[in-house]
């Protein structure tokens, strides 16, 4: 176990990475707005569990090999992207379909919960940056006096917990919205949508990212 001025320090800055915006707190925010907290819960556990997967995965050195082959990276990348935009012309195409009824039926509404967490599992682990964080992260709380790979197990695991409580708190917050919005029918109705046009916007942050 790292020393305890050093777990303080870590324990700080995995709360300040956890509450940073980006792509996952994108995610559950939005889904929480429409479908409530369950749906935003769910997608944080699948975040977690990609955490968890990225944890072994640093232990093992494979966030190593992603820094040193670039084309590793590269790949994942070019696949997470695609994978993205996928779902974005998937849900656009289901949005305008729905236009055309006189009931929508949004797609996101009927994902199961085991949808849902592998949506949020993906959607983390198609990021190439976030194994090659992990790895240049977790390495910097450890000490040579005691099992690295132990370490940033440990280290790895209250990280992931760290984002999964933030994420949770994230999801709660946002499903409060929900009750504003139950009745404004616009919303629900173009939920579909916007949710497309957030996939592709974040397809091509990934693909053009470095």
Known sequence: MPEIPILVTFLGAS????????PDL?????????RGFIAGFLLSMGVFLAGLAQTFLVAF???HIMETIPVVALAV????ALYLAWLGIHLIRQWRSNLGG????????SLSASQLISRGLINNLI??????????F???????????????LLLGFLLSTIALTVNTIIAFSFSKLRQTLSNQSAFS??????????????AGRLASEH
Request: proline fraction near 6%; avoid cysteine; charged fraction near 5%.
């Open 138 to 152: 977790l390495p910097q709380f450890t000490s040579h006096a005691q099992p690295i790979t132990q370490q940033i």
């Open 61 to 63: 050195g494979l966030g």
């Open 127 to 136: 990021n190439p940056k976030a194994l090659v964080f992990f790895s240049l």
């Open 26 to 34: 994108l995610l559950i925010s939005t889904y929480s707005t429409a």
């Open 189 to 202: 109705r173009h939920f579909d949508g916007l949710l497309g046009m957030l996939f592709l916007g974040l």
């Open 102 to 109: 006189t009931q929508s039926q949004a797609v996101t509404e």
């Open 15 to 22: 709360v300040l990475l956890a509450i940073s915006p980006g």
């Open 77 to 80: 990348k070019t696949l997470g």
